[in-house]
């Protein structure tokens, strides 16, 4: 039985521990979707991901089982003694890929990347929690541990390949600092680079791991873009900016990337010039990426604060179908807090938003932020003069659709709270359909608290008017 602690040290057992993990991981979320009415789109992409990370892990595994074979060389050499310097203080053996964390400490680079895969922020040694994740190749002790490996006739092959739970190998790394490096070479050799990475970065989750290892990695990838000045992103090739954003946008998929994505000082600046001024595709992935960078609080307001809610209501107002979706997606994401529900009503959102429900477009979308953005009082005032109530009561009166009746009936309920002149509108709309009545009959929970609210307001008007 292995040691409380230590980590094993086998390659082929971490990945079938790992295929294990993300088997459960797998099995939860298809449950969800499959026994929850509600869940939500997020789900979906987790559990494509899960697949994705399965199906990585067993292309690789037997390649692993080879790798494995070749540690044994080590374990023939029992009379050897390893000078401790050369030891990794997670695994106790010698170490074959050493790396500095931020303490100062050496790892060896698999062992060490586990840890910290599994939430951890300290120094495994030190206890000091790291100022940052950022693994660095020691190179003077890997040369060391070169040097005295030959002089005991130890072969230290150069085609081991290390796997950690993510399936992240040595090859995968030193293939990807390679197309980095190329990002700064010209115009051929960025657009090949970029492409390889859109690829990478979409089927293999390893690759969106590997961006969160360097913190330069980003950067390099962004500087066929940063080259150019500030208003000139269009001048940009389009395939190359495409895959560009197209990268940061799998990058941000994986839950350890979206903080140091967000935070990397010229990626939202980069993604708000690609919302106004990118290619159709370009646009909708700089809206997508917004949406997944937003799934963290600290993004939001980072996200927020940065002015990006403005070009996301322009490119809503245009319409593009492609773009759409992500775009409403993103809004509604950053409005959950309340500080981005502000900027959204003052930069426009609710005349947009009501417009293009007028025009029974994107409906399921749009109905959902106007109901989330309804809380604020001056986006409450807007869609009463924006003259919103007749479509609101025609959509619960012909849509068969019982979320869109709830955002509608939710909104028309706040609508009157704050001006009662509007009871004016659905009185007739009593007289002539019943329509809340029989939402408040026939309607989801939700639906009939609402619908019965607004009844109850309209009684007492009512009933007000009678006795004076």
Excluded at 145 to 160: A, D, R, T, Y
Excluded at 458 to 467: D, E, K
């Amino acid at each position: 039985m292995a040691k409380p602690g230590v980590l094993d040290s086998d390659p082929v057992m971490i990945v079938k521990k790992s295929i294990e993990l993300k088997k459960k991981e797998l099995k939860r979320l298809v449950k969800s979707i499959l026994d929850d009415d509600d869940f939500s789109i997020e789900i979906i992409d987790q559990a494509k991901e899960a697949l994705c990370v399965i199906k990585d892990l067993k292309m690789r595994k037997s390649s692993s089982s080879s790798s494995s074979s070749s540690s044994l060389s080590l374990k023939l050499h029992k009379n050897v003694t390893c000078p401790d310097e050369f030891k990794c203080p997670l695994s106790k053996e010698l170490m074959r890929d050493p790396v500095i964390v931020a303490s100062g400490q050496t790892y060896d680079r698999p062992f060490i990347q586990k840890w910290l895969s599994a939430g951890n922020r300290t120094c495994p040694s030190t206890q000091h929690v790291l100022s940052h994740t950022v693994l660095t190749p020691n190179h003077l002790i890997r040369q060391m541990i070169e040097q005295w490996s030959k002089k005991q006739g130890i072969e230290l092959s150069k085609s081991f390949s290390y796997i950690n739970e993510d399936g992240v190998t040595e090859a995968d790394r030193d293939h990807f600092l390679c197309l980095l490096k190329k990002m700064s070479s010209g115009l051929s050799d960025q657009k090949a680079a970029a492409k390889e990475l859109r690829l990478l970065t979409k089927k293999h989750p390893c690759f969106r791991l590997l961006f969160c290892d360097s913190v330069d990695a980003i950067p390099q990838l962004l500087k066929p873009i940063c080259g150019h000045g500030s208003d000139s992103f269009s001048s940009i090739h389009p395939d190359l900016q495409e895959d560009v954003i197209t990268i940061l946008l799998n990058i941000s998929i994986h839950d350890n990337n979206k903080k140091l994505v967000a935070e990397t000082p010229m990626v939202i600046p980069i993604l708000m010039k690609a919302l106004r001024s990118g290619t159709t595709e370009t646009r909708s992935n700089a809206a997508a990426a917004l949406f997944t960078l937003s799934a963290l609080d600290s993004n939001k307001e980072l996200i927020g604060k940065s002015g990006a809610l403005k070009p996301l209501i322009d490119l809503l107002e245009e319409g593009h179908p492609l773009a759409m979706k992500d775009v409403a997606s993103a809004i509604f994401t950053l409005c959950v807090m309340q500080e981005n529900k502000s900027r959204a009503v003052k930069d426009g959102a609710v005349r947009v938003i009501v417009r293009k429900i007028k025009d029974r477009l994107h409906i399921d979308e749009l109905l959902a932020i106007l109901a989330l953005l309804s809380s604020h009082r001056r986006a409450i005032q807007d869609i009463g003069e924006l003259g919103a109530v007749p479509s609101l009561l025609s959509i619960i009166r012909e849509s068969s659709c019982e979320r869109n009746k709830e955002n509608c009936v939710a909104i028309l309920q706040t609508l009157c709270l704050y001006d009662r002149s509007k009871l004016k509108d659905i009185k007739e709309e009593e007289n002539n359909h019943r329509t809340i009545s029989e939402l408040a009959q026939n309607g989801t929970s939700r639906a009939k608290r609402k619908a019965s609210g607004i009844l109850e307001r309209l009684n007492r008007v009512v009933n007000f008017t009678h006795t004076a």
